[in-house]
């Protein structure tokens, strides 16, 4: 049994009651008298997150969340499923199985997300119907591919009616998309949006049905924007993407913090990562009543949610922080088999002393960016850099078979030297890298490939890396030991200039090609907003 005050998430009220449990599932909710510290409130929930993008394997990432209150989360896979398709999709839900955390599944819609990319596998009606069949798939993953659903794409409109068949929710992926076109995206039966930047956005897609999930990640931190929008509608509290050194400092407990702090109401805060993904996905979970798992948190109060103790299914899995069971991931070493790239390979070529190029702009604590218009000059036909307007190098190199690299600029970094590359490159995970000098950019790629993917920082020829061997992707060490060395990385990156909060991050998210307005892929600069390649140099 479990006593304490309980926070009932439904009606909102808070009751002093004895919980009893049996195989893992509340029996009784029995109201008492007697003085009791804390609150008792259902598991924490996170409904949209990438695992994958914690840098940790699925038990590691169970090994960190857990003490911060998270008892089950909604993954998206198609990082891994990009890389090595059904395979990958495989190792997550295997290692996931090995922990107490509750892993539940969409099935990966865009493998790969668009046609213009090079992934490592692909997943067709039929492969997305075998993955919905299993119970712990509860969706189709975010339609990443919103032009191709509204333009009726064929393969996007099977996927979507697999999901119909099965009755199982569809998850979006919108931008920015807004008016008549907003409406045929929602008018396919797409369900929710985690994508909203401001709550004149969030309030048109809750109008037309859809359910928002207000995102604070490590990349994106949009809650401070949705306050108005979440102060006045049910909503999902979600982090999509979330690097292990922010999820050590905290999960869902921070975010829902946060929210506090801001001004939304605590208990209708706490639905967002309790009752309402449950009921939305169908789970039995997300509230301290009868017939409901019980998965159970106590926390020092509703304001800093403070989290004490953590049951799962009734067994306590965490006190004060610590995890109470054991972690053993294995391991799945994924070869780059490339050719060694030399500095030409970074080069955008011209035959003019100085050209009009287009530059990818980044936007601070967002991942959608900025088009814009440079002129650059040339030395020996070298389209050069203009470091001392933060104009720098970016190159996508096909991790799958040898290409061409793909050249571009960008704007935002602020490195002076040096060169950061990553294998962690959004969503089919070629490899990106972002330099002020193309030698450096040589070395960190060539680094990555021989030692098997992860991130690597560069200068004058000198490397250093964060191994990520589980498909260039993950690791399976502790959290802590990830983060030690990823903290390394980030002071040289900083000693280069570089003053992006989290810059691995950023470079992940600059060859996904839904996100507006200019990306850059395996294939050549994309303009999201056309949805179209285009040329760097303009006339």
Do not use: W
Not at 57 to 77: L, Y
Not at 126 to 146: C, H, K, P, S, W
Not at 149 to 160: G, Y
Request: charged fraction near 20%; charge should be negative; aromatic fraction near 6%.
């Amino acid at each position: 049994m479990i006593e304490g005050n309980v926070v009932d998430v439904r009606s909102k009220k808070v009751f002093k009651a004895r919980i009893s449990h049996e195989d893992g599932v509340i029996t009784s909710v029995e109201e008492v008298s007697g003085d009791y510290e804390g609150y008792l409130i259902p598991g924490l929930i996170d409904s949209h997150i990438h695992i994958e993008s914690s840098l940790l394997c699925a038990s590691r990432f169970a090994e960190a969340a857990v003490p911060h209150g998270t008892t089950a989360v909604v993954a998206a896979p198609h990082e891994i499923a990009n890389v090595l398709g059904f395979s990958g999709v495989e190792y997550m839900t295997k290692d996931s199985k090995t922990v107490p955390l509750r892993v539940y599944f969409t099935a990966p819609s865009c493998v790969p997300t668009t046609p213009f990319e090079t992934s490592g596998a692909t997943f067709g009606p039929v492969e997305i119907e075998q993955l919905l069949a299993r119970d712990e798939f509860v969706a189709l993953g975010e339609i990443t591919n919103y032009p191709g659903a509204i333009a009726h794409d064929p393969e996007v409109m099977a996927k979507i009616e697999v999901a119909r068949r099965l009755h199982k929710p569809v998850d979006g992926h919108a931008p920015l998309l807004s008016g008549s076109r907003l409406k045929e995206y929602v008018s396919l039966g797409i369900s929710t949006d985690h994508e909203c930047t401001s709550s004149k956005e969030a309030s048109e897609k809750a109008a037309l049905g859809m359910l928002v999930m207000v995102r604070q990640g490590s990349a994106s931190r949009d809650l401070e924007a949705l306050v108005p929008f979440s102060r006045k509608h049910e909503f999902l509290l979600v982090s999509d993407d979330i690097n292990v050194s922010d999820l050590i400092q905290g999960h869902l407990d921070k975010t829902l913090a946060q929210a506090v702090g801001l001004g939304v109401d605590p208990i209708h805060a706490l639905r967002a990562a309790t009752i309402n993904p449950a009921l939305h996905y169908g789970l039995p979970l997300g509230a301290i009543e009868e017939g409901r798992r019980a998965d159970i948190v106590k926390v020092s109060n509703l304001e800093s949610f403070n989290v004490d103790e953590v049951y799962i299914g009734g067994e306590m899995v965490s006190s004060k922080g610590v995890p109470r069971f054991e972690v053993r991931p294995k391991e799945i070493v994924t070869q780059f088999v490339l050719q060694r790239r030399v500095p030409s390979d970074f080069e955008v070529m011209t035959t003019l002393l100085s050209v009009n190029a287009k530059v990818i702009g980044l936007v601070e604590n967002e991942i959608v960016t900025e088009s814009l218009l440079a002129k650059l000059h040339s030395e020996n036909g070298k389209v050069m850099p203009d470091i001392e307007n933060d104009i720098l190098r970016i190159s996508v190199v096909n991790r799958y078979r040898d290409a061409p690299v793909s050249n571009g600029f960008v704007k935002g970094f602020g490195l002076k030297n040096g060169a950061i590359a990553s294998s962690v490159a959004h969503d089919s995970h070629n490899i990106i890298v972002v330099g002020a000098n193309s030698d450096d950019m040589a070395i960190a790629v060539n680094t990555l490939v021989e030692e098997g993917g992860g991130l690597c920082v560069c200068s004058a020829g000198q490397c250093s890396m964060l191994n990520l061997r589980v498909a260039g992707l993950m690791c399976t060490k502790p959290a802590h030991e990830v983060m030690r060395v990823l903290d390394t990385l980030l002071a040289k990156v900083r000693a280069l200039g570089c003053q992006v909060r989290n810059p691995f991050m950023t470079l992940s998210f600059l060859s996904l090609l839904v996100i507006p307005k200019l990306k850059l892929g395996d294939k050549g600069l994309f303009d999201v907003e056309r949805f179209q390649l285009v040329d760097v140099i303009t006339v």
